[in-house]
């Protein structure tokens, strides 16, 4: 559906400047940003970290004064219900509130924080009725349910007198939206509202959104990082990058056509699903200023070296305790009767939703945690009958890169020691060798040599990340296991960080276990894939078989929920409901049925009967 | 550095700094005769140019005795929350970091210690050892322990569970090294701010043991000696109260903005 462009924008937004004081003076938030959005638009306003995209959706709805921001200059020229035009930079607080929440609503980005957890679904729906529209509580709570039919939850009903955490995150998210709703806003903003969301659930959400726009004609600010979302929702995108607007413009032009550099970096970084059909190896992000796309040599096709780690039916279960004996009544299946295995030098990648076990998966092998059950072997180790000492020699040969670069850092070491820790442990190193160690590997990740004496928070997400890669580096690890090591990154730096590892495993030989929910970077980079449901993997077998020629449902069901990075190639816009995860939680002594596997082609395994 | 020197810090630590050079010199400086001599004629005399901080119910100048009582009632503060920061933080973090059965039983046995009310237990440790300054550093010291180890005990468990400590154990960190190089360090701005707030405690509990005849012995004078003796004549002589009081009161307060700053000092990331 096309935007209503004959009517008047609902919120036209001119010069905005937002300033915020801190210790150093006044600091420059958002610089004369200018944009308007109509009826029944969408425009997303992209950019990544520190943008300001944030800062601009929060100054629309004057929340930016709560977090010590001030708006300066510009005006934001809304349409009221009853067309009165009102500059929002200049309308008292009183006003301000009789339109938040009712004339503009707001999506965020985690819907268990944006939910208050002591009371119902009901009571926090009925209470912006009640408020802003005046609404009797059997009104309200009417009109609560028609809201939650409308965002699709099933059993409204009942779910009005639920709390949030008996709600899932899709769900929940939901009832944001059905907040949001309420009041039925000439305005809905989104910030970031499926960053935090399964990419399932997030086709779901976005589209929810889309639909409920169609169907009432508002106007929707959506704020976002994923190219591939503003690819999927945006009529028009505006794109920020510290602070100020680079490029803004209908979303195809955007995508087909940019005019400025940073529009084209930032398009560069991203990877496509799909975009690597036909290819056999995995090739390198694409970096603007850096030489045009080369398969990497060394990680080109090869036939299938002999396996470094091969891992067999292995299961890993978390006891639930109960009882004041803390006696286990339960377990959780994290991990069910996995098997696969990891040829030298080679990247196989665990995909799959939050909560199917791959992350528990990379741990167990690491013995991080214990599995209950199965083999590990690694490069003649067999890791789970190894003893304290033992293991803490094999772990010479096992590292592990972690998702949170802020937190997998210990603030108060300085990086050169934490990067020596593995030499010293080791014994790998002693004295000024290990300086130089350090700074040898700080080369190799390409960090300055002058960041060794610093401390972790002197350093942005990425330079942390390559931190991290470098302690990994260190033993000299034959496998690295990378978990989601680059989900936390803007999209540049991830490609720069993902460019660095392919770097380390041609010129190393290094064998990457990729653990990741991101489908198109799994594509780009992997030379096997496993996909995980539930704790087993369900489809695994090298990467073009199973992003080309899926079998199992669920495979298809991820794959098709991936939104593409390109306006072209938009997924259809009915409402979609994927199957809801059950539950991994099961009694004692519970035996559930082996992995059987059928091979379509040599190689490519697919979990049989599901 | 230079960030560190606000006003808030300075105050803090200029006090700090006086409180801790009159308890050093004040015994070499004032004769401990000008402390004890008792004029039954000056008795609970408000301050005056003779007496600057007025006298007590037995004629003795007040001034003289507050900054006498800074070494009892400073060297008793100090050395019982050492004590308790000695035994309280191995205590918390072996139970925090390491967990499963050793949590179990090191925690049930600190509560157990828990549910007497600290001032309690260190009257019972201090009525079994008898009343003398040592014992009543032992006694605060003990009865302090437990409640420090809990508190150690959880910011531990927390350390325990983020994601460097994972880290460094894939890095073959492993036991003491990891306590040594990555849970003390993290543990430790919670030891500082805890342990500033137990010394204005210790110096109370300190009052409290005296009062029962159990803590300093008379004639030595502390400034929780004082406040308890005082608690008859608070309607005659407020001074008397108000002297020990305000010492104590600056003390904590001093000691709380002094420890603040120095966890700031310790925490890189508050350097520039």
Not at chain 1, 291 to 310: D, N, R
Request: net charge neutral; charged share 20%.
């Amino acid at each position: 559906m096309m935007a209503q462009l004959d009517l008047p924008p609902i919120i036209e937004v001119s010069n905005l400047r937002v300033a915020f004081e801190t210790d150093g003076g006044p600091v420059v938030g958002v610089k004369d940003v200018s944009f308007s959005i109509r009826p029944g638009e969408t425009l997303c306003v992209v950019g990544e970290s520190g943008s300001g995209k944030s800062v601009t959706s929060l100054s629309l709805m004057r929340l930016v004064e709560f977090g010590g921001g001030r708006i300066t200059h510009g005006r934001l020229a809304f349409t009221r219900s009853n067309g009165e035009v009102i500059d929002l930079a200049q309308t008292d607080a009183r006003t301000m509130q009789a339109i938040r929440g009712n004339e503009i609503g707001m999506i965020f980005q985690e819907p268990m924080t944006s939910l208050n957890p002591v009371f119902t679904i009901g009571r926090q729906l009925e209470d912006g009725l009640q408020k802003h529209k005046r609404l009797s509580s059997e009104a309200a709570r009417a009109r609560a349910l028609e809201l939650l039919r409308q965002v699709r939850i099933p059993e409204p009903e009942r779910r009005l007198r639920q709390y949030p955490h008996e709600l899932s995150g899709g769900m929940r998210q939901r009832v944001v939206i059905a907040i949001a709703m309420a009041c039925e806003p000439r305005l809905l903003i989104a910030d970031e509202p499926t960053t935090a969301l399964d990419v399932t659930i997030q086709a779901e959400i976005l589209a929810l959104i889309d639909r409920l726009k169609r169907e009432n004609g508002m106007a929707v600010l959506f704020i976002t990082h994923d190219m591939a979302v503003v690819a999927q929702m945006a009529d028009r995108v505006v794109v920020m990058h510290r602070g100020e607007v680079v490029e803004a413009g209908p979303v195809a032009d955007i995508f087909a056509a940019p005019t400025k550099d940073y529009t084209r970096a930032l398009l560069a970084a991203v990877p496509k699903l799909g975009e690597m059909r036909g290819k056999l190896a995995p090739e390198r992000m694409r970096v603007i200023g850096m030489e045009p796309v080369v398969a990497i040599s060394a990680v080109a096709a090869e036939p299938p070296a002999q396996p470094l780690l091969s891992v067999r039916h292995l299961s890993t279960r978390f006891p639930v305790r109960g009882s004041l004996l803390r006696r286990t009544v339960a377990k959780v299946h994290a991990v069910e009767d996995v098997s696969f295995s990891l040829a030298k030098g080679q990247t196989l990648s665990l995909v799959g939703e939050s909560g199917c076990g791959k992350s528990t998966c990379g741990r167990s092998i690491l013995r991080l945690v214990e599995a209950e059950a199965g083999e590990i072997e690694l490069d003649g180790w067999d890791i789970r009958t190894l003893s304290v000492v033992d293991l803490r020699r094999a772990r010479r040969d096992m590292q592990m890169v972690f998702q949170d670069p802020y937190a997998s850092l210990n603030p108060y070491r300085r990086l050169i020691d934490q990067v020596a820790e593995p030499l010293q442990n080791f014994g790998i190193a002693s004295g000024s060798e290990i300086t130089d160690r350090v700074a040898a590997l700080f080369d190799r990740v390409e960090l300055p040599r002058n960041f060794l004496r610093r401390y972790p928070h002197e350093l942005s997400g990425g330079q942390r990340q390559r931190v991290a890669i470098a302690r990994a580096l260190a033993p000299s690890p034959k496998l690295i296991v990378a978990d989601e090591s680059v989900s936390a990154l803007d999209v540049s730096v991830q490609a720069q960080v993902l460019n660095l590892l392919m770097e380390l495993q041609a010129d190393l030989g290094i064998s990457f276990l990729f653990i990741s929910h991101d489908m198109a970077v799994v594509e780009r980079v992997s030379h096997q894939v496993a996909v995980m449901y539930l704790g087993r993997v369900v489809e695994i077998g090298p990467r073009a078989a199973v992003f080309e020629d899926p079998r199992h449902p669920y495979t298809r069901s991820l794959l098709s929920a991936v939104p593409i990075a390109d306006p072209s190639q938009r997924r259809p816009r009915e409402d979609q409901n994927f199957r809801p995860l059950s539950s991994p939680i099961f009694p004692v002594g519970h035996s559930p049925a082996p992995s059987l596997y059928d091979e379509v082609t040599p190689g490519h395994l697919v979990l049989a009967e599901f | 550095m230079r960030r560190f020197l606000t006003p808030k810090s300075l105050i803090g630590l200029g006090i700090v700094v006086i409180m801790v050079t009159i308890a050093v010199a004040a015994p070499f400086v004032i004769p401990a005769s000008f402390a004890t001599r008792m004029q039954l004629a000056m008795r609970l005399q408000p301050p005056s140019a003779a007496h600057w901080f007025g006298t007590d119910q037995l004629g003795r100048d007040l001034f003289y005795r507050v900054m006498l009582g800074a070494r009892t009632s400073l060297t008793i503060a100090g050395a019982a929350v050492g004590i308790s920061v000695t035994f309280g933080l191995p205590l918390g973090i072996i139970s925090g970091y390491f967990g499963g059965w050793t949590d179990i039983v090191l925690m049930r046995l600190v509560d157990t210690l828990l549910s007497f009310p600290a001032l309690l237990l260190a009257l019972t440790i201090s009525a079994m050892l008898g009343p003398s300054v040592p014992n009543t550093i032992i006694s605060i010291g003990v009865a302090f322990t437990p409640f420090l180890a809990r508190i150690i005990r959880g910011e531990a468990l927390r350390v325990a569970q983020m994601p460097y400590v994972e880290a460094a154990q894939a890095t073959g960190t492993s036991g003491f090294a990891m306590i040594i190089r990555h849970v003390l360090p993290n543990v430790l701005p919670l030891v500082i701010v805890q342990g500033t707030i137990s010394l204005a405690f210790a110096i109370l509990a300190e009052a409290g043991l005296s009062f029962l005849g159990l803590g300093t012995q008379p004639p030595q004078s502390s400034w929780g000696l004082m406040i308890q003796t005082s608690r008859d004549f608070l309607d005659v002589a407020p001074w008397t109260a108000l002297v020990p009081g305000a010492a104590v009161a600056l003390t904590v307060l001093a000691l709380n903005m002094f420890g603040d700053v120095l966890r700031d000092v310790l925490d890189p990331r508050a350097q520039r």
